[in-house]
């Protein structure tokens, strides 16, 4: 396993200010060590460089970026709302068309027909309000169920 703290002290001189001396300390086992203090034996001064400036056209660009993802994203969603919409409709379309479909069978298997009258009694339907519940059944099939 690598020994991870060389990279750690070279990650600690970026911290420090430009102006600040930096001393890189070898002892006679070979081990390095970095600190702000001369050490005792072989030393040496680094002088970390500043950081580069940032690029505001780098900036402009990740914004452009940014924007242009939230946008897709949005559209996304808008998308799968859509669908969610589409599927929603199509499982009530096929409710109502299965309806329909058992209200035309009811209808047509029928020997006689009834309607409710106000008192609660039974009252059979003659041939042509036969004739226009079996239409509108028909018309209800036909409008859902394409």
Not at 66 to 83: N, P, S, V, W
Request: proline share 3%; net charge negative; charged share 30%.
């Amino acid at each position: 396993m690598r020994d991870s703290r060389p990279l750690f002290s070279l990650l600690l001189l970026a911290c420090f200010p430009a102006a600040a001396e930096i001393y890189k300390c070898t002892d006679g086992s070979g081990a390095v060590q970095y600190g702000d203090k001369p050490c005792t034996g072989n030393s040496t001064i680094i002088t970390p460089t500043a950081a580069p400036d940032i690029d505001v056209h780098v900036i402009e660009r990740r914004q452009r970026a940014d924007k242009l993802l939230r946008a897709y994203d949005e559209e996304h969603a808008e998308e799968q709302r859509e669908q969610v919409e589409a599927e929603a409709a199509l499982q009530q379309r096929r409710q109502k068309c299965s309806k329909a479909r058992d209200w035309l069978a009811r209808v047509t298997t029928a020997s006689t027909l009834y309607r409710v009258a106000d008192d609660g009694s039974h009252v059979n339907l003659d041939d042509a309000e036969h004739a226009a519940v079996l239409a509108k059944a028909e018309a209800d099939v036909a409008r859902w169920c394409d």
